[in-house]
């Protein structure tokens, strides 16, 4: 299957401070990347889709201003948690699809942040 | 709205029992459905995908199933072994490269 690779694993940070969470298609093209939060015993639960080369389109109740999304490239997208607070400590995973109306989605490794 | 709901959210069987796990969702009209595992403090390993137009696809001691009509699908797991403990989440896709809805997922302990 495609490769999905996203960066830091883990991530330990200041209350206040920034975090950048990167997202790569290894093997493939993806127009379209989706950003996910699950809390502990929770499910995955969508924040935001990424379109290269446009603006994300963010879910009801995710602020786009503190969860900044960019994907420059057909296979990087970012995830920037802005001033961080210990609220914002959960579990980040990415997800891509090959193409537009591809079926399959493959997911990263996921993001453990943790805002002390 | 796409909803989607798991049962049981937590299972314990013995090693060499065949199990269903259960997924339901609440708009048929679907594009296709996936199953993955999820280990602690881990990504998603994707264990079978169904598209819309198919009843069920197998994969090793996996089979999963997809009635569109009642807004179902199972996942039956042949002959368990210590090695599937794991969360398995269901999710779902309403469209063509869109997002997938995901179920709270069923954790599943098979002791030896």
């Known amino acids: 299957g495609a490769v999905v690779s996203q960066h830091p694993s883990r991530v330990i940070c200041k209350s206040g401070t920034s975090v950048k969470i990167e997202c790569r298609s290894l093997d493939f093209q993806a127009t379209t990347m989706f950003w996910y939060r699950q809390f502990p015993k929770q499910s995955l639960m969508l924040m935001a889709t990424s379109n290269e080369g446009s603006k994300a389109t963010y879910e009801q109740g995710v602020e786009k201003d503190k969860f900044l999304i960019n994907h420059a490239s057909l296979t990087l997208s970012t995830l920037t948690v802005t001033s961080a607070h210990p609220e914002d400590s959960s579990f980040y995973i990415c997800?891509?699809?090959?193409?537009?109306?591809?079926?399959?989605?493959?997911f990263g490794q996921g993001t453990r942040l943790t805002v002390v | 709205k796409q909803e989607v709901t798991q049962i049981p959210a937590a299972l314990s069987v013995p090693e060499g029992e065949n199990l269903v796990l259960n997924c339901s969702f609440t708009d048929s009209a679907i594009y296709n459905l996936q199953w993955f595992r999820q280990d602690p403090g881990k990504g998603l390993t994707s264990l079978l995908l169904?598209?819309?137009?198919?009843r069920e696809q197998t994969s090793g001691r996996l089979n999963a199933s997809l009635d569109k009509s009642s807004g179902r699908s199972t996942l039956y797991i042949a002959a368990s072994q210590p090695g599937d403990s794991a969360t398995y989440l269901c999710a779902a896709a309403n469209q063509a490269g869109t997002a997938l809805i995901f179920g709270k997922g069923t954790t599943l302990s098979v002791s030896s």
């Open positions: 997800s891509a699809r090959r193409r537009t109306g591809a079926t399959e989605a493959f």
């Open positions: 169904i598209q819309s137009s198919q």
